[in-house]
């Protein structure tokens, strides 16, 4: 068959399944937080690939370590392992109160290991009774039919037959609600350390801690969705270290791969032992590609200047918006931690994010939304200080445009 046809936007809706809405650019190369489209269109990217791309695009470290191991070896299954596996297993697990891990290929894979392994837990220690999963509403927590019964909106589980039962959810933020679903039945709670797709929402301390002393009471495990969190997404390598509060099972993917599909689910010894060989698996977990970047990912983000930096280049983000704001006023709240920051739009702009957006795309900037109401921002932790003060620029005039 020849290539000797369009590829373009039209050609999506020919011959793929209708289940996204893709926007009507085709980016074709990106280099550091820029991106080209097909007619060589510069875009700057605030996206960062939905909080993935943590080291923006063709980082040197990661494209050295993909094409070094591509010469090397691509895949061999969990049948063997494989040193770069081992070696970001190593790196994890001494860098946070982990002491094992599990490799997946997504989040949503990393939180489907993480929820069997509650229950299994659950089931050995305490018996089958115990087997409540309780997560919170507006949570996300990715797309398989486990998964998405967890998180919180029930729009996105619905209409697929009979779901997994045995899953609660209580308010973010509301100890009281928790409290109220809780008892010696619950096997485990499932939290994003600050919601993401949710509307970017930090816990409190108090809550963070409060739902830490009700699992200690209550003998369920406290699993940390670092998905979208975690490898620095916050200005710590993972949120839970900001907020003093360790989790039992925390999960990642997203910028643990910056832009390598990969997954983990970390635990500590206790825990993991009731993964018994056969009980769990994936073909793919821990492929010596995805292993290698996401090793060249973690050391480069593993580091003061990185985690620094994604703390400085939060508050010139908070700035510019605020400054944005002054004169729009067209947001009613700038929130979020590090690089993770969301623009609630006021009543007056009720429903418009996707508009804004857009608008943002024709000036020649890649942003994120939260829902009808919130922009979001997650671009790369180290993209550099003059591409931030640009894409403000064109995002005030995007503003401006809504303004009107
Ligand atoms: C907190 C959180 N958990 C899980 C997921 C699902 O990850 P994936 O799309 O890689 O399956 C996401 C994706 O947005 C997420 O933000």
Not at 55 to 63: E, T
Request: with cysteine; charged share 20%.
């Amino acid at each position: 068959m020849s290539n000797h046809f369009p590829v373009n936007r039209e050609l999506f809706d020919d011959v793929m399944v209708p289940n996204y809405a893709p926007s009507a650019v085709i980016p074709v190369r990106g280099l550091g937080s820029s991106v080209w489209d097909q007619q060589d269109r510069e875009f700057i990217d605030f996206a960062g690939g939905i909080a993935v791309n943590c080291l923006g695009h063709c980082h040197p470290a990661l494209v050295s370590a993909l094409t070094e191991q591509a010469n090397k070896i691509w895949h061999l299954s969990n049948v063997m392992t494989n040193e770069p596996a081992l070696r970001l297993a190593k790196k994890l697990t001494d860098s946070t109160f982990a002491d094992k891990v599990y490799f997946a290929n997504s989040g949503a894979e990393a939180n489907e290991a993480a929820l069997k392994l509650a229950r299994r837990f659950a089931l050995e220690n305490f018996g089958a009774e115990k087997s409540q999963i309780i997560a919170f509403k507006q949570g996300f927590h990715g797309r398989t039919f486990f998964t998405v019964t967890v998180g919180g909106q029930a729009a996105y589980s619905d209409g697929f037959g009979p779901k997994p039962g045995d899953i609660d959810h209580a308010e973010y933020n509301n100890l009281d609600s928790l409290k109220a679903l809780m008892s010696d039945k619950t096997c485990a709670v499932v939290m994003e350390p600050l919601q993401g797709e949710g509307g970017v929402v930090s816990p409190t301390d108090e809550f963070a801690k409060g739902v830490r002393e009700l699992c200690n009471q209550h003998n369920a495990l406290l699993i940390f969705d670092e998905v979208q969190t975690g490898v620095g997404r916050l200005g710590e390598l993972y949120a839970y270290m900001g907020l003093g509060v360790t989790p039992d099972i925390l999960t990642s993917a997203k910028a643990l791969g910056g832009g390598f599909p990969i997954g983990a689910m970390l635990t500590t010894n206790d825990i993991a032992q009731h993964l018994k060989v056969g009980t769990h698996g994936s073909t793919y977990g821990g492929n010596p590609l995805a292993c290698a970047v996401a090793e060249a990912a973690f050391d480069t983000v593993n580091t003061v200047e990185v985690l620094d930096g994604v703390k400085a280049k939060a508050k010139l983000y908070v700035a510019g918006l605020n400054a944005i704001n002054a004169k729009y006023h067209m947001f009613s709240e700038i929130r979020g931690k590090g690089l993770l920051i969301g623009a609630v739009l006021t009543e007056a702009y009720q429903g418009r994010a996707k508009e804004l957006l857009n608008a943002a795309l024709e000036e020649g900037l890649m942003t994120l939304i939260a829902g009808a109401n919130i922009m979001r921002f997650a671009p790369s932790l180290v993209i550099p200080d003059e591409d931030i003060v640009e894409g403000l620029a064109r995002f005030e005039k995007a503003v401006a445009t809504l303004a009107k």
